[in-house]
């Protein structure tokens, strides 16, 4: 078993990555981070390496956490929703974390879209962590 969090470099991010390696070192088990990017035209080669230098970093303290784990980016051209669910379905994940951040009333109305196919989709449970203030 495992927990999957869905990672990228902003306050909801690092605080969905949080939540997971609290939640791995009190249960025992894997910790997979999921960076998931559509790719294409849309990732240059330097975005491309401000992400790896990132994930190394993520890998480094999780490391000196002496938390087990596995560090994915992954340029699949899919959905960050479809590779979260994915790899939680792959893994047999106990669940899935992933961060929300504040929105406007308006954007109350709708939730981000990829936190909300997640939600919906993902055959186990999801933990939704919001960014600390």
């Given at each position: 078993?495992?927990?999957?969090?869905?990672?990228?470099?902003?306050?909801?991010?690092?605080?969905?990555?949080?939540?997971?390696?609290?939640?791995?070192?009190?249960?025992?088990?894997?910790?997979?981070?999921?960076?998931?990017?559509?790719?294409?035209?849309?990732?240059t080669?330097?975005?491309?390496?401000?992400?790896e230098?990132?994930?190394?970093?993520?890998?480094?303290?999780?490391?000196?956490?002496?938390?087990?784990?596995?560090?994915r980016?992954?340029?699949?051209?899919?959905?960050?929703?479809?590779?979260?669910?994915?790899?939680?379905?792959?893994?047999?994940?106990?669940?899935?974390?992933?961060?929300?951040?504040?929105?406007?009333?308006?954007?109350?109305?709708?939730?981000?879209?990829?936190?909300?196919?997640?939600?919906?989709?993902?055959?186990?449970?999801?933990?939704?962590?919001?960014?600390?203030?």
């Open positions: 078993m495992a927990i999957v969090v869905g990672y990228v470099p902003s306050p909801e991010g690092r605080a969905a990555l949080r939540r997971g390696a609290e939640e791995a070192r009190l249960r025992g088990t894997k910790l997979i981070v999921i960076n998931s990017n559509r790719g294409g035209r849309d990732l080669s330097s975005d491309a390496a401000r992400q230098a990132d994930l190394a970093d993520v890998r480094a303290q999780l490391g000196r956490d002496a938390i087990e784990h596995e560090v980016l992954l340029v699949r051209g899919l959905e960050p929703a479809e590779d979260l669910i994915a790899v939680a379905e792959e893994e047999g994940a106990d669940f899935i974390v992933i961060g929300l951040r504040r929105r406007t009333a308006v954007g109350k109305l709708i939730l981000g879209s990829n936190a909300q196919r997640v939600l919906l989709e993902a055959t186990c449970p999801v933990l939704a962590v919001k960014a600390e203030e």
